[in-house]
C-alpha cells in the first residue's frame, strides 16, 4: 500500500514539474528508475518509449501509464495517470477563471524564457540516457570504456535514423515507421 | 448528464486518434471540437494550445481540460480530462501484458535491442527541436548546457533544475523585457 502512495506521489511530481509537452515527462521517469530500481529499468523505459511512440495517446500519458503498469498492474496504470494528470488538472481549473491575464502575465513569459532552454536541457539527458543504454554494453565510467563496449550493429542504426532525419522529407514520416525498420533490423541481425 | 458524456466521447476520440501528442492532435481537435460540435472557435482552441503548453503536464490533456472546464465547469472538466486519458490506458495496459508474456522470445529482445537506438536518434531530433524554437539568446544557450550538465554528470534532479531555471527567468527576463 505504501508502495502505491509513493507512486502516486512520483507520479504527482512528475505532472508538476514536466512542462512542454511531448517526451518531458522522461528525463523525470529516468530519475524515478534511478531511485526506485525495483519498479522498473532504465532500459525497460527506453523500450517504454518506444511503443508509447508507436501506438495511440499522448506519450506522456502513454509513459505513466505503462510505468504504472510494470509497478502494479492495471490498477498502478490507473492511478499513475490520474496522479500526473491531477496537477494541470488543479492549476488549469485554477486559472481559466483569469485566462487573459495569465497568458499576457510578463511574469509568466518571463519563467518560461528560463524554463524552456532548460527543458531542453533536460530532454538531452533523456537522449544521452537511452543513447547509452542502446549502444553500450556496460555502463561508461570512463573514456577507455568506450570502444571496447561500443555495439557497432546498434551505433549503425542510431547514425543512420539520425542522418535520415536530417532530411525534411523523411522528417515528415511517422516516428512509428523508423522503429518498425529498427525493429526489423534488430530481428535480423540478432542485435 | 448528456452534455457530460458528449464531452467524454469526444475526447476518447482525440485520444485514440492522437499518436504522438502535443501538435499531432490539434487538427484532430479542430475537426472535432471546431467543426463538427462547434464547442469552441479555432481562435479560442489556439489560446487554450498556447496556454497548455504554459501549464505544467501533457499538453493534449491539458487542451482537454481547459475545453471541458469551459464548456461544463468541473464536471465538464472530469469529463475532458478521463476521456482522452483513457484509450491510453486501455491500449497500453493490453501492450503491456502482451509484451510481459512475449518477453522470453528471442525475436522480442532482438527487435527491441534494434528499436532503442531508433529512440535515441528520435529524442536527439527532438531535442534539437525544442532547442531552436525556445534558445535564442547566450544567456538561455548557458542555461540549456547548465541543465544537462547538472542532472546528466552530477545527478541532480531535474525538479531541482526546473525551479532553478523558472526563478532565473524571473528574475532576469522580467528585466530584460522592461528593457525592450
Known amino acids: 500500500m505504501n508502495d502505491i502512495l509513493l507512486m502516486c506521489f512520483e507520479f504527482f511530481k512528475t505532472g508538476l514539474f514536466s512542462i512542454g509537452g511531448g517526451l518531458a515527462t522522461v528525463p523525470f521517469l529516468f530519475d524515478m528508475s534511478k531511485n526506485h530500481p525495483n519498479w522498473f529499468s532504465s532500459s525497460e523505459l527506453a523500450d517504454m518509449i518506444a511503443v508509447s511512440e508507436s501506438t495511440p495517446g499522448p506519450i506522456g500519458v502513454n509513459m505513466a501509464t505503462f510505468a504504472g503498469f510494470k509497478i502494479a498492474g492495471i490498477g498502478g496504470a490507473i492511478l499513475a495517470t490520474l496522479s500526473l494528470v491531477l496537477p494541470a488538472f488543479t492549476i488549469i481549473f485554477i486559472i481559466s477563471k483569469f485566462l487573459s491575464k495569465y497568458s499576457d502575465s510578463k511574469y509568466v513569459t518571463a519563467v518560461f524564457s528560463g524554463l524552456r532552454p532548460a527543458v531542453a536541457g533536460l530532454i538531452a539527458t533523456a537522449a544521452y540516457s537511452v543513447f547509452q543504454i542502446s549502444v553500450f554494453t556496460d555502463t561508461l565510467s570512463s573514456f577507455k570504456d568506450i570502444l571496447p563496449n561500443l555495439q557497432i550493429g546498434n551505433f549503425i542504426i542510431f547514425a543512420v535514423i539520425l542522418i535520415a532525419l536530417q532530411f525534411k522529407k523523411l522528417k515528415k514520416l511517422h516516428p512509428i515507421i523508423f522503429i518498425f525498420i529498427a525493429a526489423a533490423l534488430g530481428v535480423a541481425f540478432k542485435l | ?180
Open chain 2, 1 to 180: 448528464m448528456s452534455d457530460i458524456f458528449s464531452l467524454f466521447v469526444t475526447f476518447f476520440k482525440v485520444g485514440l486518434f492522437t499518436f504522438g501528442g502535443g501538435y499531432a492532435m490539434l487538427p484532430i481537435i479542430e475537426h472535432e471540437i471546431v467543426n463538427k460540435k462547434g464547442w469552441i472557435t479555432s481562435e479560442e482552441l489556439l489560446q487554450y494550445f498556447s496556454l497548455s503548453q504554459c501549464t505544467p503536464g501533457v499538453i493534449a490533456v491539458n487542451t482537454a481540460t481547459f475545453v471541458g472546464t469551459k464548456k461544463h465547469g468541473f464536471l465538464g472538466a472530469v469529463a475532458t480530462t478521463l476521456g482522452v486519458v483513457t484509450p491510453s490506458i486501455i491500449i497500453i495496459s493490453i501492450f503491456a501484458s502482451v509484451l510481459k508474456r512475449l518477453d522470453d522470445l528471442p525475436a522480442i529482445a532482438h527487435a527491441f535491442a534494434g528499436i532503442r537506438p531508433a529512440v535515441a536518434a528520435l529524442i536527439v531530433v527532438s531535442c534539437i527541436k525544442i532547442f531552436k524554437s525556445s534558445v535564442k539568446s547566450p544567456s538561455q544557450i548557458l542555461v540549456c548546457i547548465l541543465s544537462f550538465v547538472l542532472v546528466a554528470v552530477f545527478k541532480l534532479s531535474p525538479i531541482i533544475v526546473v525551479i532553478i531555471a523558472s526563478v532565473y527567468g524571473l528574475l532576469f527576463f522580467r528585466k530584460s523585457g522592461a528593457k525592450q
